[in-house]
T-cell receptor
Framework: GENVEQHPSTLSVQEGDSAVIKCTYS??????FPWYKQELGKGPQLIID?????GEKKDQRIAVTLNKTAKHFSLHITETQPEDSAVYFC?????????FGTGTRLQVFP | NAGVTQTPKFQVLKTGQSMTLQCAQD?????MYWYRQDPGMGLRLIYY???????DKGEVPNGYNVSRLNKREFSLRLESAAPSQTSVYFC?????????FGPGTRLTVT
């Protein structure tokens, strides 16, 4: 079936450093790629998304890049802060559903 | 706007008991979804409803039933709970592309 692979599963960075999380997807028809941040005990929160007609999108310290040929997309967080510590999920559309990656636990140390 | 709300927040059931998880959204979205989240497995789709009056199975529908009561409400029912259904359950609704999640219900089946 369709799937989304996400790497790494855990990521530790020093405050101020950059963090990169990568995902690959299998369905060439996927056209929407959101990223969610989930804090402990809460529901996933949409932080940024990108559609297939765009290669890169930025929102302050976060950016997402998409390579449709290679079926890769990535989340970039610059100048990380302790409050960026959370689990991050990527997803890709499959018909009218989302297929999620298995998550990356990001820890930002002061 | 409350967004997506879920009740209850926590529930403990004995094996064989039944219960209904409630979900409501106030964003006038057509599509609604039920997911379960287990450690290391990301979010897996149980059932979804593309519009009022329609429901479809997702990746892990066994042991569950759903009802799309009206455009706002989408409930998930466990007829005979099993320990394997211990999980955190999230409801979501979708606008044109973006999915928005509720705060979750933490269910334990003993």
């Amino acid at each position: 079936g369709e799937n989304v692979e996400q790497h790494p599963s855990t990521l530790s960075v020093q405050e101020g450093d950059s963090a990169v999380i990568k995902c690959t997807y299998s369905d060439s028809a996927s056209n929407y790629f959101p990223w969610y941040k989930q804090e402990l005990g809460k529901g996933p929160q949409l932080i940024i998304d990108i559609r297939s007609n765009v290669g890169e999108k930025k929102d302050q310290r976060i950016a997402v890049t998409l390579n449709k040929t290679a079926k890769h997309f990535s989340l970039h967080i610059t100048e990380t802060q302790p409050e960026d510590s959370a689990v991050y999920f990527c997803a890709a559309t499959y018909t009218d559903k989302l297929i999620f990656g298995t998550g990356t636990r990001l820890q930002v140390f002061p | 706007n409350a967004g997506v709300t879920q009740t209850p927040k926590f529930q403990v059931l004995k094996t064989g008991q039944s219960m209904t998880l409630q979900c409501a959204q106030d964003m006038n979205h057509n599509s609604m979804y039920w997911y379960r989240q287990d450690p290391g497995m990301g979010l897996r789709l149980i059932y979804y409803s593309a519009s009022e009056g329609t429901t479809d199975k997702g990746e892990v529908p066994n042991g569950y039933n759903v009802s799309r009561l009206n455009k706002r409400e989408f409930s998930l029912r466990l007829e005979s709970a099993a320990p394997s259904q211990t999980s955190v359950y999230f409801c979501a609704s979708r606008g044109s592309y973006e999915q928005y999640f509720g705060p979750g219900t933490r269910l334990t089946v003993t």
